[in-house]
């Protein structure tokens, strides 16, 4: 198994084999303070949450290939990012909006809010079965 991560200081998104070895960057360009990643084995996808200069949730695949964004509207802070396996849809939580939205992850459409608070700082956010969970500051 591989383990996937962000590091918003230098702007990159690495992986590497459970135990360390292998180690390298999977994106190191176009990316502006990523927050947080999502991984798909199955459908071989990568996402990942932007709070930079243009807030975005983008895809690629595990290697780093075909980066596409595909939300870049009506976001500021998103933070946490989950999948739900099951019904194919790609989660995530804004702390600045205080929403929780969704999209269809293959297409990026379809994008509903699923929750909506206010002074909330949505921190992270995680979807299993009919649940969802989240964690704010």
């Known amino acids: 198994g591989n383990i996937y991560w962000t590091d918003h200081g230098f702007n990159l998104i690495e992986v590497a084999r459970l135990n360390g070895s292998f180690r390298y960057v999977v994106i190191s360009e176009g990316l502006d303070q990523p927050r947080s990643i999502a991984v798909h084995p199955e459908k071989g996808y990568l996402f990942w949450t932007e709070?930079?200069?243009?807030?975005?949730?983008?895809?690629?695949?595990?290697?780093?290939?075909?980066?596409?964004?595909?939300?870049?509207?009506?976001?500021?802070?998103?933070?946490?990012?989950?999948?739900?396996?099951?019904?194919?849809k790609l989660y995530w939580c804004d702390a600045r909006t205080d929403?929780?939205?969704?999209?269809?992850?293959?297409?990026?459409?379809?994008?509903?809010?699923?929750?909506?608070?206010?002074?909330?700082?949505?921190?992270?956010?995680?979807?299993?079965?009919?649940y969802i969970y989240w964690s704010d500051r």
């Open 51 to 88: 709070w930079g200069q243009t807030p975005c949730i983008g895809r690629a695949h595990l290697d780093g290939s075909e980066k596409v964004v595909l939300v870049s509207l009506g976001i500021a802070w998103p933070n946490g990012i989950s999948i739900d396996y099951e019904e194919n």
């Open 99 to 130: 929403k929780i939205e969704r999209i269809d992850l293959e297409s990026g459409g379809n994008r509903e809010i699923v929750l909506s608070g206010s002074n909330v700082d949505m921190f992270s956010v995680a979807v299993f079965g009919a």
